[in-house]
């Protein structure tokens, strides 16, 4: 359900890192809204020297933007806590000073996104959801991600 899109200019990430990045931003997750871990997928994006700007020039630092999109209906507070928890976890993940970080959150309405071939829920309704689908779609899910939990 949620997409976090980690974006850093190229070679920034080792595949170390990327895994800890990945883990740390499922957990924080679940953690904070208590959806399955299975629901979220993070997607690494390297940019090559000359196509990342910040202030209209070239970046010349570290930055690392971790861009999710979730379902709306979280309260403000849990949407706090879920930036303030990812820059906490992702920092270290990514050998990188909180200042580095950029977190931003994106609603999406439940009703506009459809995973595993079907609508999503909306928060909160995660169980019941998951019970009414048909069991091999049911499997298929709850079969990924199983490291991340």
């Known amino acids: 359900m949620p997409t976090y899109t980690v974006t850093a200019p190229s070679g920034r990430l080792n595949a170390e890192q990327k895994q800890n990045l990945a883990t740390a931003i499922t957990r924080a997750h679940h953690d904070i809204t208590g959806a399955p871990t299975y629901f979220a997928q993070v997607i690494f994006v390297e940019v090559q020297p000359g196509n990342y700007f910040v202030g209209g020039a070239p970046l010349a630092h570290d930055q690392i933007f971790i861009h999710g999109q979730i379902r709306a209906g979280r309260s403000e507070e849990d949407k706090r806590k879920l930036i303030e928890k990812i820059?906490?976890?992702c920092s270290p993940a990514a050998a990188a000073p909180a200042s580095a970080l950029w977190v931003y959150l994106v609603d999406l309405p439940a009703a506009q996104?459809?995973?595993?071939?079907?609508?999503?829920?909306?928060?909160?309704?995660e169980a019941q959801w998951s019970a009414s689908l048909p069991a091999a779609d049911r499997q298929r899910m709850e079969a990924v991600g199983k490291t991340a939990q």
């Open 87 to 89: 820059l906490l976890v």
């Open 113 to 125: 996104m459809a995973e595993f071939g079907h609508i999503l829920p909306e928060p909160g309704q």
